[in-house]
Nanobody, 125 residues
Framework: QVTLVESGGGLVQAGGSLRLSCTGS????????MGWFRQAPGKEREFVAAVSWSGSSTYYADSVKGRFTVSRDSANKKIVWLQMNNLKPEDTAVYYCGAIRQSTTVVDYHEYHYWGQGTQVTVSS
């Protein structure tokens, strides 16, 4: 069993920054790629960013490219971050991290095996 815990959400003004973290745990948590997704009220969960198990490969949604950076702790691969800069009101959502039992990045949330509880990000205009 794998458990994911997110933290770092909050309220920020447009143009501001937040850093989300996701910590995984569990005896079987090995060679999992990780992804960040978000879900706004009344909308489907959408892909934001993903990082491979090694941390060497990343992938971003077009809407966040150049503003968000996903990274993985090189020493403890169970920790993943999402640095969010130049935030916009349309970035407001609950952000979830997910883990998938493969080394490479995946953008389809249906394929992920485990999810965190989510953390709220609110960007005011």
């Amino acid at each position: 069993q794998v458990t994911l815990v997110e933290s770092g959400g909050g309220l920020v003004q447009a143009g501001g920054s937040l850093r989300l973290s996701c910590t995984g745990s569990g005896r079987t948590f090995d060679r999992y790629a990780m992804g960040w997704f978000r879900q706004a009220p009344g909308k489907e969960r959408e892909f934001v960013a993903a990082v491979s198990w090694s941390g060497s490969s990343t992938y971003y949604a077009d809407s966040v490219k150049g503003r968000f950076t996903v990274s993985r702790d090189s020493a403890n691969k169970k920790i993943v971050w999402l640095q969010m800069n130049n935030l916009k009101p349309e970035d407001t959502a609950v952000y979830y991290c997910g883990a998938i039992r493969q080394s490479t990045t995946v953008v389809d949330y249906h394929e992920y095996h485990y999810w965190g509880q989510g953390t709220q990000v609110t960007v005011s205009s």
